[in-house]
């Protein structure tokens, strides 16, 4: 069974940064593709952001181009979602996804899902 555990989240005030991390524990593959994803209450969960395997494709939602960054280190088993210029509407609970099979935007395409970080933004 794969594993992943999201830290990071917390309180910020608008504008502010935080840097989000997903760590993947039991069996793990350097092949997966890893995406972020956020739940705000009464919506849907929606696609944030995604990268491949290599590190070298990235695909994000237009509503946070050119704010947050996805990285991730295959070594330590982890993934990164950098958030910068934070904005009230980005309040959420932020999940991280596994896909064994190709980079994906859609939330039926992922298999391994962890418990979710909270992030609130304040005004």
């Known amino acids: 069974q794969v594993q992943l555990v999201e830290s990071g989240g917390g309180l910020v005030q608008a504008g502010g940064s935080l840097r989000l991390s997903c760590a993947a524990s039991?069996?793990?593959?350097?092949?997966?593709?890893m995406g972020w994803f956020r739940q705000a209450p009464g919506k849907e969960r929606e696609f944030v952001a995604a990268?491949?395997?290599?590190?070298?494709?990235?695909y994000y939602a237009d509503s946070v181009k050119g704010r947050f960054t996805i990285s991730r280190d295959n070594a330590k088993n982890t993934v990164y979602l950098q958030m910068n210029s934070l904005k009230p509407e980005d309040t959420a609970v932020y999940y991280c996804?596994?896909?064994?099979?190709?980079?994906?935007?859609?939330?039926?395409?992922?298999?391994?899902w962890g418990q979710g970080t909270q992030v609130t933004v304040s005004s």
């Open positions: 996804a596994a896909d064994p099979t190709t980079i994906a935007t859609e939330v039926t395409e992922y298999d391994y």
């Open positions: 039991g069996r793990t593959f350097s092949s997966y593709a």
């Open positions: 990268i491949s395997w290599s590190g070298y494709g990235t």
